[in-house]
């Protein structure tokens, strides 16, 4: 096993278990700890595919931004803990039926067909041609992403505005 | 590491994530499935870029997360309204629809 | 069209006229007495058109039709007339009776309110035209409409007057018991068209008599027709309403229930004849059943004690004969006999009916020595009942030994002895009436009159048991001075006319053999040398036990009585057969109703109800699926994207 191959794996793990810690754990600001281990194992991943543009911007975004946001989120309400687990998940059996037979399906059609074992060649510096085709195929989307950006910032002030 | 293997990557992590979307019973736990599964989206965009060569799906994928960022924003001070009006994040109370 | 067309059809609209005329205007109708002698007149030329039309029509056939309902090209119906040998002689005696009878009733309805008058002759004007429809039918479409016609105006007719209720429930008892027969035609006439696939009877013969017609299955259809016959002349058992319909006034009862309506059955079997004759099993049900309804009707008519009612069942029992000679497969010898008994047994009713205007009863107990009194009356109704017996000289002693030859002919002796036992019967329950009601010394009791004589011991025999006489059938009557006289000369004309016709058949047939004006030229059997003697003789032999009975007191009627005495109890209960019907009518047929009402109610509509009552509880239940809550719908998303896969992956 080359290592890749063990990066990967190791990745995987990461990712699986604290996904599974994600959903599972009884006490709410462990999940979101474990949420931000998690996103941290998809940077890895990003990083494997050679992807460190994407990896940099996963790091700052989700694991920095999206987790803070969570937490300040949890202090202003209540309920973290729950002695059983029945206390903060409802309808187990049955959520995990459907979500094993989902993964089964979504995987069995992965593996349907022999798909790319090889990477395709692609450029070295992948920032500098992300960065090029952002500008000039797709600054329209660009631009409208900062559009919504905008609403949505508009949005979350107003929400959490003080009552008056 | 072929293609199949960060898309059975991706598969599991986002069943996992739909597993808490149901079963959550905090709405905060449900929004941290969805980060779940948007993340698994994410793998799988980028997985198909590297393995084809084009680099677009890199492109989505960054477009992808800042969405993802505003809608956590927005759900989450939405989660903090309801707390406000209604004293309660739990999902099971918000059934005002109910039929 | 041939002149015998023409005229027939001149005869059928004149009484169409005469009825739309008087039902459409009511002020004329109201009338009374010119809205009848109007009706009269239309039933005199109608009768003149069906004397020349009889004249031309001897020996040829005209068919007069237009088409009625086109069909893909070909005709599915016409409607008009055919007039041959056979229709044109039943015609002139329909318009003869239905002229008379017309005649008659303005002296027998003489004191009816106007307005009542003029319905009575609306009723007779359309009786007329339905009747004569049936006659001159050229298809069965035609004769069945025309059938129900006339099955409505004797409903019409017998409840006359409508305020009495035994008369209203004799209409409808007449109404139902034809229908049941009616729909036996109905169900028939549809079957055999969708045999022959036409209903014209001209083009049926020419495919029966070619051999064309399938025979297998045909006996059904000839028994369907058959039991719409059975209806209409009162066969057993469907002969029930007959005695009752003597509710109606006397002409009625002389027009229909003696020469019209009761023959049309027998007229329809002779103009299916060429059909039934393929079909002998059923012909021989219609000869045993003839003759046992002769011989029942015989019987019951012995012990009668109400005129009229010994002239119903005399009807019945004399349309049992012309059945018999029909299921003997000789139709011709029954018509000849049908000819002559429409006008003796009209005359007999219409003599009747001049008794009861003078006596005011129909009780044969409250009458008696009336020859004194009523002499013409006496004369006519004698030369009726010796018609009716058969005696040589008078009109129907040929026609009667055409039928007991026909009978003994084809073979049914079974058959031929009963009818020779009600030859016996017929003259003796005849007899027993003309020497009650015109001779002795009876009839002291409500009338009142005197007679010379003294007053004879009480008529046993005759008692209470039979069914109740009325007195309301005279027709208002003079003062009653009770004293019992010969009608007006607009009764007695119609009287003496038939009594001079009947005569007159009586003589041409002794002179000229029994060579009838249509059928076979010769005689299509021959009778057997002993038959003449051995009827005339039976006849004589029950006009001498009458006379013994009745007149010489001979033998004691009593005892005669007695000697019969079962026999007796069970015909003063009509042999049960009124409570047979009632019975099942009220509890079999209410019953059945019953259950269906029962069916309806829980278990069609209840099937309903559970539909229903499953919608709700299922909609209720359903309900409970909207939760209210984003997380299982999400839940219900991610089970249908489960299924979705899952299909995709094993289709």
Redo the contacts between chains.
């Keep these: 096993m080359n290592g890749e191959a063990l990066a990967f794996w190791a990745l995987a793990t990461v990712l699986v278990g604290s996904a599974l810690a994600v959903v599972l754990t009884k006490n709410l600001f462990h999940a979101v700890l474990w949420l931000a281990l998690g996103l941290t194992g998809t940077a890895g991943v990003f990083l494997l595919l050679d992807a460190e543009f994407l990896a940099a911007v996963q790091l700052l975004l989700y694991a920095g931004g999206i987790v803070t946001i969570v937490v300040f989120a949890i202090v202003v309400t209540e309920r973290l803990v729950g002695e059983r687990l029945s206390q903060t998940s409802r309808h187990l059996t049955a959520g995990a039926v459907v979500s094993i037979a989902l993964a089964w399906a979504l995987v069995s059609a992965v593996w349907q067909r022999p798909l790319a074992i090889v990477r395709a060649p692609m450029a070295e510096d992948l920032t500098q041609i992300i960065g090029d085709t952002v500008q000039t195929r797709f600054v329209l989307p660009f631009e409208l992403l900062a559009l919504l950006m905008l609403a949505g910032l508009m949005g979350a002030i107003y929400f959490a505005r003080p009552e008056d | 590491m072929g293609l199949q293997a960060y898309l059975t990557l991706a598969a599991v992590v986002f069943c996992i994530g739909l597993f808490g979307v149901i079963t959550r019973r905090n709405t905060i736990g449900i929004l941290l499935g969805i980060e779940l599964m948007l993340n698994s989206v994410n793998i799988n965009l980028v997985a198909f870029s590297r393995f084809s060569g084009d680099v677009t799906g890199m492109i989505f994928t960054v477009f992808t997360i800042c969405i993802t960022v505003t809608e956590a924003a927005l759900g989450l001070a939405i989660v903090i309204l309801l707390f406000r009006i209604r004293r309660t994040v739990i999902a099971d109370h918000l059934d005002l629809l109910k039929g | 069209m041939t002149d015998a067309g023409l005229h027939t059809l001149i005869a059928l609209l004149l009484h169409a006229l005469s009825f739309l005329v008087l039902a459409v205007v009511f002020p004329f109708r109201r009338l009374g007495r010119p809205a009848a002698w109007f009706s009269i007149l239309c039933a005199a030329g109608s009768l003149v058109a069906a004397g020349i039309a009889w004249n031309h029509g001897v020996g040829t056939v005209s068919r007069v039709v237009w088409t009625w309902l086109p069909s893909g090209g070909q005709t599915l119906a016409t409607v008009g007339v055919l007039a041959d040998g056979e229709s044109t002689i039943m015609l002139v005696l329909v318009a003869l009776i239905a002229f008379l009878v017309q005649l008659y009733s303005i002296g027998y309805l003489s004191e009816e309110p106007p307005a009542s008058l003029g319905r009575y002759y609306a009723y007779q004007a359309l009786f007329a035209f339905s009747m004569m429809g049936v006659v001159l039918a050229p298809n069965l479409l035609q004769l069945f409409i025309c059938w129900e016609l006339v099955g409505l105006c004797s409903y019409l007719l017998i409840g006359y007057w409508y305020y009495k209720p035994e008369a209203a429930r004799a209409a409808v008892k007449a109404f139902w018991t034809t229908k049941a027969g009616d729909v036996g035609l109905a169900i028939g006439i549809v079957m055999l068209w969708r045999q022959a696939g036409t209903f014209d009877l001209t083009e049926m013969r020419v495919l029966v008599e070619s051999g064309a017609l399938p025979v297998a299955g045909l006996s059904i259809i000839t028994f369907c027709i058959y039991l719409g016959a059975m209806g209409k002349s009162a066969q057993f058992p469907l002969h029930v309403w007959l005695p009752d319909a003597m509710e109606g006034p006397t002409p009625v009862s002389a027009l229909i229930h003696a020469a019209t309506m009761v023959t049309a059955g027998v007229y329809l079997l002779l103009r299916l004849e060429w059909l039934f004759a393929l079909t002998p099993d059923v012909l021989v049900i219609v000869a045993w059943i003839g003759a046992f309804t002769a011989l029942l009707a015989a019987v019951l008519a012995c012990a009668q004690d109400d005129i009229k009612r010994v002239l119903a069942y005399s009807t019945v029992s004399q349309l049992g004969y012309m059945m018999t000679a029909i299921g003997a497969g000789f139709a011709t010898a029954g018509f000849f006999h049908l000819l002559t008994h429409g006008i003796f047994k009209a005359l007999l009713f219409l003599g009747a009916g001049a008794v009861i205007h003078a006596v005011h009863s129909n009780d044969l107990q409250h009458m008696g020595g009336l020859a004194r009194r009523m002499p013409q009356t006496t004369i006519v109704f004698l030369i009726g009942t010796l018609s009716l017996a058969g005696i040589p000289l008078f009109g129907g002693f040929l026609s009667k030994e055409e039928i007991l030859g026909a009978v003994w002919a084809g073979g049914l002796v079974g058959p031929f002895a009963l009818l020779m036992l009600v030859a016996f019967l017929t003259a003796f329950y005849m007899f027993r009436v003309v020497f009650l009601a015109f001779f002795g010394t009876r009839g002291l009791k409500a009338s009142g009159y005197q007679t010379t004589g003294s007053g004879g011991p009480a008529l046993a025999g005759s008692t209470a048991g039979s069914t109740a006489p009325h007195s309301h059938d005279v027709g208002g009557g003079h003062d009653h001075s009770h004293v019992p006289h010969d009608p007006p000369i607009s009764m007695s004309l119609p009287l003496w006319l038939l009594a001079l016709a009947s005569v007159a058949i009586g003589l041409y047939f002794m002179v000229a053999g029994p060579a009838l004006p249509f059928g076979p030229a010769e005689p299509e059997f021959e009778a057997p040398g002993w038959l003449m003697p051995a009827a005339v003789g039976v006849a004589v032999a029950g006009i001498l036990l009458a006379w013994l009975t009745y007149q010489q007191r001979t033998i004691n009627a009593a005892s005669l009585a007695a000697a019969f005495g079962p026999i007796r109890h069970a015909a003063l209960r009509k042999f049960w057969l009124d409570d047979l019907f009632e019975g099942l009518y009220g509890r079999v047929l209410l019953a059945f109703s019953r259950l269906i009402g029962w069916i309806d109610r829980y278990i069609v509509d209840g099937v309903l109800n559970v539909v229903s009552a499953w919608t709700l509880t299922s909609g209720d239940d359903l309900?409970?699926?909207?939760?209210?809550?984003?997380?299982d719908y999400?839940?219900g998303v991610?089970?249908g994207?489960?299924v979705v896969?899952?299909w995709v992956?094993l289709g």
């Design positions: 309900r409970t699926m909207q939760s209210g809550r984003a997380q999400v839940y991610a089970v994207l489960v896969l899952i992956r």
